[in-house]
Every structure is written in structure tokens, then in C-alpha cells.
């Protein structure tokens, strides 16, 4: 089949066309069963097709296919709103908006900002990803390729070292950039908020430091300044949580959604502080197909599905799985290449190194496509894409689980 209609700034990871998937499992045109560790990059917490979803997407396709919500409102909207509220675990009341993407959340997000504050000013971090809108371009902690030929971007935005223990990025040392930054770049008083991943998704599942997070969350209350926890791939569930910054301790003023909330339908929310949500004046926020019927009652059938006890119990399974292979891996020395460990809980990714510690992109490339000829779908993340990101369907099966494991090991063994 051609693919010249398709646009060739999109970058394919793998060359096969799906036709169909269960849970964990998808096979290609030609019949080829694949076991998925991509899951449509963190869409699919619940696997593909999950019935209650398909079974709430048939229903609903007969009663409402769409109505935008700032024509009209629908229950589909309310309800999912009234549910999603409950779902965040903070101790405020919330309120939010839904969206077509992260992305769009995100976008979103800077407006309710310096609505509220009366500043523009983004503080992000290195290695960053928020989405490929031209304002989210701006807060990604990576140039290429996602900055380059696109010129100037919306600002002022400035990053910060990404502090984890993934990346050896101390406490101490972001602090003192942090530092640094109000000392010589900007005035503190014109920050409007940070932004940040709780587990960094694009950037390897690098896990933020617990202390650095309540230092941050400390300097912003006493500098007006709003932070921002994007769960956009870390959130419902994929660290075994309903969302990743309940382990550090804080509680930001905004979280942005996307990803796993409506089970692979398109949706995105930004949510938070109800002053925060309801500053700008009436039309401020609202969208076209934001928040679609259909939409919603995937992500109402979603959120019935992830209870606490389902997401603990998903989450360490997982977690015990890939955690106890690895460190087999690492006892056996299986791979001359096989580096750290990244991530928490059920997000987690492998990093391929070389004996001096730098980067074996080279190696992962390798790997993806020994792993898809055996019948293992992979995804690369980390700046110079040599990190592994596992992103397993947290319902997969155990033996479905193990094998994939078992593919993995076996073609981490054939590397050179």
C-alpha cells in the first residue's frame, strides 16, 4: 500500500500496518500477531478494545455522536466531569475542561495561567515533553526534532536540569541552577508557573526527585507562583497510581490529562484549583469536538474499570515482572549494552549504554527491529533515543507478559 499521501514529516517507528488488537496483542495486514509493549505510547492502560469501553462507544454512538459543549451541553460531559473531579486525589475542590488532546490541555493550561497571575513567564525542564503545538514546542526540553525549522516559538519559557535519580541529576544541583536562573536570566516575580512531569515520559521515564518536588512546591507558594504536574503519560494508572505526583508528596494547582483517560479515544482535560479554572471571562476556554459525546462515554467506562484496588494490583505485577527480569539480566550480564533501570512502578524503561556510560542508540535501533521480527513491538524515548519505554497494556495477560519478556531477553541477547 503507498504511503505517499502521507505527510513524510511524520516518523514511523515501525514499518507495519495494524489491522486489529486484544488487550496486548495486535496483528498486522499480513496476519502477524504482535505482542505490544507501545501501546499507542501510553493510550492503552486498559489494552485494546477493552469491553466495557467498546460497549460504552456502541451505546452512546446510538444516542449522541456529537454536540459541542459550549453550544449545548450534554451528560455525557457533566457526567464524565463530575466523575473525573472525584477521580484526582487533592484536597481542594476541582474543576476543569476537557480537550481533543494533551496537547491541547497543555495549551490550555498557559492561558489559565496568566489569566490568573498577570504573567507570562514558563519555567520547564530539560528533556521535557509536552505536545507539538507551537506554544507546547516552546516548553519541550529538546531540540531536535521537535524545534527545528519552526522559528521563534511563544515564551518566554526557561528550563531547568531535570533532578532524578534516573539521570543523576541531584536535588542540590537543580536547586542551585534554579537559583542561578533568578539571579541572572528573570525576575521571579514575573514567573507565572513551572511545569512538570512527575515521571518523565519522552525523556526516558526518568522519575522525579521526592525532595526536589516539595522544595518546588514550597518556592512556588511563596513566590505566586502556580505549578503544573503534566500526567499526560504517567497518569490512570501507569505507575500503578491514578497519578504519579500522589508519590511525591505534593499537590500541583493544575494537572493536565490525556492519554489513558478515555481508553484510546481522542480526549484530553486540564484540570485543578476551581479559582484557577473559572478566571478567564465566559468564552475564554471551550473547544468544537472538546469533550465529545462518544468520547466521554469512553472515558466514563474508563474510570469504572480503574478502581484503586485494579490499579494497585495491575501496577505491581507489572512492576515485579520487569523489575525481577532485570535484575536476572543484570546478574547474568545478558547484554554488554544493558544499562539502567528507569521509571516507578509499572513505568518503566531500559536504558542501552555502552561500558563508558554513553548512549547505544545504535544498539536500540537494532533492538526494535530484532524485537518486531519476533513479534515484539517496542518504543524508544531519552534524548539520544537509547532508552527502552514499556508500556504494556496494564491489564495484559501474565503469560502474555512473560513471553514478551522472554522476546525481549532473547534479542537483547543478539546485539553487537
Not at 57 to 77: K, V
Not at 293 to 319: F, K, N, Y
Not at 395 to 402: C, G, K, N, S
Request: charged content about 20%; aromatic content about 6%.
Amino acid at each position: 500500500m503507498s504511503r505517499e499521501t502521507i505527510s513524510q514529516s511524520i516518523s514511523i517507528v515501525h514499518p507495519i500496518s495494524l489491522s486489529h488488537g486484544k488487550n496486548a496483542e495486535v496483528w498486522d495486514t499480513e496476519g502477524k500477531r504482535y505482542i505490544d509493549f507501545v501501546g499507542g505510547i501510553g493510550v492503552l492502560n486498559l489494552g485494546h478494545c477493552h469491553p466495557a469501553v467498546v460497549n460504552a462507544i456502541r451505546e452512546q454512538a446510538t444516542r449522541l455522536t456529537h454536540y459541542a459543549f459550549n453550544a449545548a451541553p450534554h451528560m455525557p460531559y457533566l457526567d464524565l466531569m463530575e466523575r473525573l473531579t472525584a477521580f484526582i486525589p487533592v484536597s481542594y475542590p476541582v474543576s476543569g475542561m476537557l480537550t481533543n488532546s494533551g496537547a491541547e490541555a497543555a495549551e490550555n493550561a498557559l492561558k489559565i495561567v496568566r489569566g490568573a497571575t498577570g504573567r507570562t513567564a514558563v519555567i520547564a525542564f530539560d528533556g521535557a515533553f509536552h505536545g507539538r503545538t507551537l506554544a507546547t514546542l516552546n516548553l519541550n526540553g529538546k531540540v531536535a526534532p521537535y524545534k527545528q525549522k519552526v522559528g521563534a516559538l511563544p515564551g518566554p519559557v526557561y528550563h531547568l536540569p531535570y533532578p532524578s535519580a534516573d539521570n543523576g541529576v541531584t536535588c542540590a544541583e537543580a536547586l542551585r541552577a534554579m537559583d542561578r536562573l533568578f539571579s541572572v536570566e528573570i525576575d521571579v516575580n514575573d514567573v507565572a508557573c513551572f511545569i512538570i512531569e512527575p515521571v518523565q515520559g519522552e525523556g526516558g521515564f526518568l522519575a522525579l526527585d521526592i525532595e526536589f518536588a516539595q522544595a518546588l512546591r514550597r518556592f512556588c507558594d511563596e513566590h505566586d507562583i502556580l505549578l503544573i504536574a503534566d500526567e499526560i503519560q504517567s497518569g490512570f494508572g501507569r505507575t500503578g497510581q491514578r497519578f504519579a505526583f500522589s508519590r511525591l508528596g505534593i499537590e500541583p494547582d493544575l494537572i493536565l490529562l490525556g492519554k489513558s483517560i478515555a481508553g484510546g479515544v481522542p480526549l484530553g482535560a486540564v484540570v485543578g484549583r476551581k479559582a484557577l479554572m473559572d478566571n478567564l471571562p465566559k468564552g475564554g476556554l471551550g473547544g468544537t469536538y472538546s469533550g465529545n459525546p462518544i468520547a466521554c462515554a469512553a472515558a466514563l467506562a474508563t474510570l469504572e474499570v480503574m478502581t484503586d484496588e485494579h490499579l494497585q494490583a495491575w501496577g505491581s505485577r507489572q512492576e515485579e515482572a520487569i523489575v525481577g527480569r532485570y535484575q536476572a539480566w543484570r546478574a547474568q550480564h545478558l547484554s554488554p549494552y544493558l544499562g539502567r533501570l528507569t521509571g516507578v512502578g509499572a513505568m518503566r524503561g531500559i536504558e542501552l549504554a555502552h561500558a563508558d556510560g554513553t548512549p547505544a542508540a545504535k544498539q536500540l535501533t537494532q533492538l526494535l527491529s530484532l524485537a518486531r521480527a519476533a513479534g515484539l513491538l517496542l518504543m524508544p524515548s531519552g534524548k539520544s533515543r537509547h532508552i527502552i519505554r514499556l508500556l504494556a497494556p496494564l491489564t495484559i495477560e501474565p503469560a502474555v507478559l512473560e513471553e514478551g519478556l522472554d522476546t525481549l531477553q532473547a534479542c537483547l541477547e543478539q546485539l553487537d
